[in-house]
């Protein structure tokens, strides 16, 4: 049955170092979601992508984290430099949605769990 | 979008129905109500949405009240299987999720 996958499932770096997180949307979605969640903040929204278009991204912090959709089946999440406040899990959701507002069901990755050093 | 406010947990015997509460005073026209819940260490899972009429699925039961204020997810059976933290969700665009409540289901 069809799922989100994301990799890594686990990642530990140091201090300063590029990550790169990666999602696999379920074939034929067309929105796609990026959170993340720690014990203090909840699931938060960081980004989404509505056709590969990021439409959100006021959620992420823009001087160290990026978000993209270099095609349809590959989003990424790329933290640069990291600092050990990002260490969260990082969940991907896919949606399809068939109007201008979002009210698809989105269905979630199992996370990529990040510690920074 | 609307602010919802759920309990922060409940208890549920094992084999009864979970009944889960959620306020949503706030609610707009176009605003659907959604439950997803997360189990310990994966990704929120999808139950089910509603707009304005009462919903049932494989896994609950969505009643909405009719001046859509609140709402009440229903599991009509609960197993120990779920356990996890459920959380309403009311929307028309982006999923804003909140603190939810964690339902413990007693053996």
């Known amino acids: 049955d069809a799922r989100v996958t994301q990799t890594p499932r686990h990642k530990v770096t140091e201090m300063g170092q590029e990550v790169t997180m990666r999602c696999q949307p379920i074939?034929?979605?067309?929105?796609v979601f990026w959170y993340r969640q720690t014990m203090m903040q909840g699931l938060e929204l960081l980004a989404y992508?509505?056709?590969?278009?990021?439409?959100?991204d006021s959620g992420m912090p823009k001087d160290r984290f990026s978000a993209e959709m270099p095609d349809a089946t590959l989003a990424t999440l790329k933290i640069q430099p990291s600092e050990p406040r990002d260490s969260a899990v990082y969940f991907c959701?896919?949606?399809?949605?068939?109007?201008?507002?979002?009210?698809?069901?989105?269905?979630f990755g199992p996370g990529t769990r990040l510690t920074v050093l | 979008d609307a602010k919802t406010t759920q309990p922060p947990s409940m208890d549920c015997a094992e084999g009864r129905a979970a009944n889960l509460p959620c306020n949503h005073s706030?609610?707009?026209?176009?605003?659907?109500v959604y439950w997803y819940r997360q189990i310990h260490s994966q990704g929120p899972q999808y139950i089910i949405h509603?707009?304005?009429n009462n919903e049932t699925n494989e896994m609950a039961s969505l009643i909405i009240t009719e001046d859509r204020k609140s709402s009440t997810l229903i599991l009509p059976h609960a197993t120990l299987r779920d356990t996890a933290v459920y959380y309403c969700?009311?929307?028309?665009?982006?999923?804003?999720f909140g603190k939810g409540t964690r339902l413990h289901i007693l053996p």
């Open positions: 959701a896919s949606g399809l949605s068939s109007g201008a507002r979002s009210t698809d069901t989105q269905y």
């Open positions: 074939l034929g979605h067309n929105t």
């Open positions: 992508f509505r056709n590969r278009a990021p439409l959100d």
């Open positions: 706030t609610i707009s026209g176009n605003e659907y």
């Open positions: 509603g707009l304005k």
């Open positions: 969700i009311v929307r028309n665009d982006k999923i804003i």
